[in-house]
């Protein structure tokens, strides 16, 4: 039942709001902290107040104009836009305090936080985009604004990541004004549906051109393999920007407009007809294992996480991929559950590094016993990442295993065992470090990281816990991603 209601517009014009007066106020470090905290709390509270209704089976709209016939700006909060929105809010509540704390006398401040809100407004955006023009609107303005984030410390090898960037994400954009195109003159219109809009009798080889441009334009920021150089080289960028770039925003966009293309544009019925998808579960399936590999190779702890995230972030797009309603549930499940325990991870990385100034895996030997809440929060995540029951990410392998084989495609179940091999092989030895090796004699005593850091921390670590126990408890994330597959999956 489709209800009109402001609050989904409201919902990105908060942070947007907060961004203005940022900009305007921004230099007065108390105003500065009070707005950021403030519309992100708001803006939580506004998009928890639309949970009791997409439960509910409602689907909220706003039509805000329309230019061209059948083509204008629209938003609608379904149960997977709300899903996407409800993660990327709450984590906006946990990184707006831990950037507080970290970002503590670094300069440029008023920038970062300014351009910090204006990307979590377009990520909502994009979660309530009714329709690809609107997606791919606020899809270029997360990318204008995630830009002077990544170059923040304006140091050479900042602004060389930041051209990087811009180069992969534009040429993205472009990829996907073509799909664009394409989907507009095969299917007049450019509204998702649920059993998706392209005509089976467009012809293969125009689908395909529209499935390639696509899945490559949301790909980039997906970074699917060979498309994810960009991500590795962002690493420069502070941490709580990393956070923003892995978790909450960036990566996050990219394969929810997967899941768009996927469910919203093609259909799973038209796929299925045309095969593309199992092409796309091959790549999606050669990122895990290859990101895995080299996660391995990687001494740096910003690094080795960057490439966790290209591999984790197929998950995704493999249950996307194949088609089935458990794999479509792993798939949405995992936005939250890797975005959870990944900001986990960075926000430990982030904190070592301000307390001690280790950026080294191999410098972490017994961290665990100086800074054992933050290590205690890191090792919970490695956990959820490698598959250990009772944490987020053994549901998700457990359905995406289900979704394989409901698919007739057991060896995606290998995968998924290998995979967390591989996960135990690159997370396993950094806890040992921790918390069995003598550590190293230091100049200065360690102490644990300040309460602004480690609060974010330990919320988010506990968030990974329950999101592993909590999938009979409603108004729970695994109750919204059943919502969100029941309506695009039939499940």
């Given at each position: 039942?489709?209800?009109?209601?402001?609050?989904?517009?409201?919902?990105?014009?908060?942070?947007?709001?907060?961004?203005?007066?940022?900009?305007?106020?921004?230099?007065?470090?108390?105003?500065?902290?009070?707005?950021?905290?403030?519309?992100?709390?708001?803006?939580?509270?506004?998009?928890?107040?639309?949970?009791?209704?997409?439960?509910?089976?409602?689907?909220?709209?706003?039509?805000?104009?329309?230019?061209?016939?059948?083509?204008?700006?629209?938003?609608?909060?379904?149960?997977?836009?709300?899903?996407?929105?409800?993660?990327?809010?709450?984590?906006?509540?946990?990184?707006?305090?831990?950037?507080?704390?970290?970002?503590?006398?670094?300069?440029?401040?008023?920038?970062?936080?300014?351009?910090?809100?204006?990307?979590?407004?377009?990520?909502?955006?994009?979660?309530?985009?009714?329709?690809?023009?609107?997606?791919?609107?606020?899809?270029?303005?997360?990318?204008?604004?995630?830009?002077?984030?990544?170059?923040?410390?304006?140091?050479?090898?900042?602004?060389?990541?930041?051209?990087?960037?811009?180069?992969?994400?534009?040429?993205?954009?472009?990829?996907?004004?073509?799909?664009?195109?394409?989907?507009?003159?095969?299917?007049?219109?450019?509204?998702?549906?649920?059993?998706?809009?392209?005509?089976?009798?467009?012809?293969?080889?125009?689908?395909?051109?529209?499935?390639?441009?696509?899945?490559?334009?949301?790909?980039?920021?997906?970074?699917?393999?060979?498309?994810?150089?960009?991500?590795?080289?962002?690493?420069?960028?502070?941490?709580?920007?990393?956070?923003?770039?892995?978790?909450?925003?960036?990566?996050?966009?990219?394969?929810?407009?997967?899941?768009?293309?996927?469910?919203?544009?093609?259909?799973?019925?038209?796929?299925?007809?045309?095969?593309?998808?199992?092409?796309?579960?091959?790549?999606?399936?050669?990122?895990?294992?290859?990101?895995?590999?080299?996660?391995?190779?990687?001494?740096?702890?910003?690094?080795?996480?960057?490439?966790?995230?290209?591999?984790?972030?197929?998950?995704?797009?493999?249950?996307?991929?194949?088609?089935?309603?458990?794999?479509?549930?792993?798939?949405?499940?995992?936005?939250?559950?890797?975005?959870?325990?990944?900001?986990?991870?960075?926000?430990?990385?982030?904190?070592?590094?301000?307390?001690?100034?280790?950026?080294?895996?191999?410098?972490?030997?017994?961290?665990?016993?100086?800074?054992?809440?933050?290590?205690a929060a890191f090792t919970i995540a490695a956990l959820s990442f490698i598959g250990v029951p009772l944490f987020a990410g053994f549901v998700t392998k457990?359905?995406?295993?289900?979704?394989?084989?409901?698919?007739?495609?057991?060896?995606?179940?290998?995968?998924?065992?290998?995979?967390?091999?591989?996960?135990?092989?690159?997370?396993?030895?950094?806890?040992?470090?921790?918390?069995?090796?003598?550590?190293?004699?230091?100049?200065?005593?360690?102490?644990?990281?300040?309460?602004?850091?480690?609060?974010?921390?330990?919320?988010?670590?506990?968030?990974?816990?329950?999101?592993?126990?909590?999938?009979?408890?409603?108004?729970?994330?695994?109750?919204?991603?059943?919502?969100?597959?029941?309506?695009?999956?039939?499940?």
């Amino acid at each position: 039942m489709d209800v009109i209601d402001l609050r989904i517009l409201l919902a990105p014009a908060i942070s947007f709001g907060c961004a203005v007066l940022i900009f305007l106020l921004g230099a007065r470090a108390r105003w500065r902290r009070v707005l950021a905290l403030g519309a992100a709390v708001t803006k939580f509270i506004v998009i928890l107040s639309l949970l009791p209704g997409s439960l509910a089976g409602k689907v909220y709209v706003f039509e805000v104009l329309e230019f061209l016939p059948g083509v204008g700006i629209s938003f609608r909060a379904d149960a997977l836009g709300m899903f996407f929105a409800l993660v990327s809010s709450t984590l906006w509540v946990l990184t707006t305090v831990y950037a507080i704390g970290y970002m503590k006398g670094r300069h440029a401040r008023v920038r970062f936080f300014g351009f910090f809100a204006l990307c979590v407004s377009t990520t909502v955006g994009i979660a309530f985009a009714a329709n690809l023009l609107t997606l791919f609107l606020f899809y270029e303005m997360l990318t204008i604004c995630t830009y002077p984030l990544v170059v923040h410390d304006e140091t050479p090898e900042a602004l060389r990541a930041g051209r990087k960037y811009l180069a992969y994400t534009l040429l993205g954009g472009a990829a996907l004004l073509l799909g664009m195109i394409l989907v507009q003159s095969l299917a007049g219109t450019l509204s998702f549906s649920h059993a998706g809009v392209l005509p089976a009798e467009a012809g293969s080889g125009a689908l395909l051109a529209t499935f390639v441009t696509l899945i490559g334009g949301f790909g980039v920021k997906a970074a699917i393999m060979p498309l994810h150089g960009w991500l590795p080289a962002a690493m420069v960028a502070p941490t709580p920007v990393s956070a923003l770039l892995h978790a909450v925003a960036v990566v996050k966009a990219g394969v929810f407009g997967i899941l768009r293309v996927v469910h919203n544009i093609f259909g799973v019925d038209l796929l299925a007809q045309l095969g593309y998808a199992s092409w796309l579960a091959w790549v999606a399936a050669f990122t895990i294992v290859a990101a895995s590999l080299i996660a391995l190779a990687q001494d740096n702890l910003k690094r080795r996480l960057a490439y966790s995230t290209i591999s984790q972030l197929s998950y995704i797009v493999l249950g996307a991929a194949l088609l089935t309603p458990f794999a479509a549930l792993a798939a949405v499940v995992h936005i939250a559950n890797q975005a959870f325990a990944k900001i986990t991870m960075f926000f430990v990385a982030g904190a070592i590094e301000r307390s001690t100034g280790k950026t080294q895996v191999h410098q972490l030997a017994g961290i665990g016993r100086t800074m054992p809440w933050t290590m205690a929060a890191f090792t919970i995540a490695a956990l959820s990442f490698i598959g250990v029951p009772l944490f987020a990410g053994f549901v998700t392998k457990w359905y995406l295993s289900l979704g394989a084989l409901q698919a007739g495609a057991w060896w995606f179940v290998l995968l998924m065992i290998l995979s967390a091999l591989l996960n135990a092989a690159y997370w396993l030895p950094i806890v040992y470090l921790a918390w069995f090796r003598t550590p190293a004699a230091e100049s200065a005593p360690i102490h644990e990281a300040e309460a602004l850091l480690l609060a974010p921390i330990l919320v988010a670590a506990a968030y990974v816990l329950l999101l592993g126990i909590s999938m009979q408890v409603s108004w729970l994330p695994f109750s919204l991603a059943q919502a969100a597959v029941r309506f695009v999956a039939g499940l």
